[in-house]
């Protein structure tokens, strides 16, 4: 017989190969309490990426999620509603473990509930607000963006209520659960939304075929009508000249976002390497992935474009040897980012 920590801890490898790297070197409560706020907010991606159905029966499913994880009276059965409702919403081509995680909102609720209570506030916030923000922009683009988003400052919104607010709640169990960190809270917040924005802007550009084939397009407007494209013509093998060139304005402002998110891991204390290798790898992965993004006319083909296990390793490797020496890191980071444009703020 298995609890909700057992389910937790084996569903998060199943869903994310990424985070399932990088939660494990956090200490001891912080990766149950991480984990367990990742899948909450993965459910709320899986209604974002798989539900079908009319927009405001979506939008409900999106606010009941954000109630749900305040854990008011009689959320058990709430839960269970919840989970049925969402579960019978999905595409028949939801991802089976995404399916699996679905129904077992309940499951990841019990152990939200049996983390120290401390932490409850900063996932609740962030659920809430990460749910509140999809189903605004669901609706203001009547369940999709075939279209785009209007400008880049859209885009970056949407990449903050998606993931930005992982990163400000991340920031919130760091400062309350570390006194060696709770000092840098005034340099760590501002910075804290770049980095969900970094590695959510990089997704977008690296599955921006992907999208593009199911109907979505999270690029800015203003960005293609510069370039003379539309999600129409992104794909055109003669526009491809300028869809490299618009992927490369978009990798730079990426890249930007990635050198605040590098300010951001640099300012946690070398005490706590396991904090900073949790901000880092994926960090560093992002960028590695940027790179291969750059002038690359494969992006906009059929096969996706990712980096290698090989080059994985090798970042996890010597991250973990320089994980305390900042010229080290510093060094790494520019490797990561050869043959980057410039980092753009917009």
Known sequence: MTGPEDFC???????????????????????????????????????????????????????????????APGWEDAAEEFARRSVAALRPSAPGAEVQLMRGTRTVLEAMRGLPH?????????????????????????????????????????????????????????????????????????????????????????????????GFCWLPRTYMDRHGLSPGTLTLPERRTDAVALLDDLVAVARHECDVSFEYSLLLPTTEPG????????????????????????VFEPVPVKIDRETVMRIMILTRESVTDDGALQALYAECARGLPEGRNG
């Open 118 to 214: 401390w932490t409850h506030r900063h996932i609740a916030a962030c659920v809430g607000e990460m749910t509140r923000g999809m189903a605004e922009v669901m609706a203001a683009l009547d369940g999709g963006a075939p279209q785009g988003l209007p400008d880049l400052r859209d885009t970056l919104q949407y990449c903050y209520y998606v993931a930005g607010t992982v990163g400000v709640m991340l920031t919130g169990l760091f400062v309350d659960g570390y006194a060696s960190v709770r000092p840098r809270r005034e340099e760590l917040a501002p910075r804290a939304p770049a980095f969900g924005r970094a590695l959510q802007l990089t997704n977008i550009l690296k599955d921006v075929r992907e999208d593009l084939d199911r």
């Open 9 to 71: 801890r084996r569903a998060l490898p199943e869903v994310s190969r990424t985070f399932a790297l990088n939660i494990p070197v956090l200490p001891a409560p912080l990766d149950l309490v991480v984990t367990v706020a990742y899948l909450l907010c993965r459910i709320a991606d899986t209604l974002e990426d798989e539900a079908r159905g009319q927009v405001s029966e979506r939008a409900e499913l999106f606010h009941t999620l954000g109630a749900l994880v305040k854990l």
């Open 275 to 298: 904090l900073r290798l949790f901000c880092l790898w994926p960090l560093l992965f992002a960028l590695r992935t940027l790179g291969v993004l750059a002038h690359n006319p494969a």
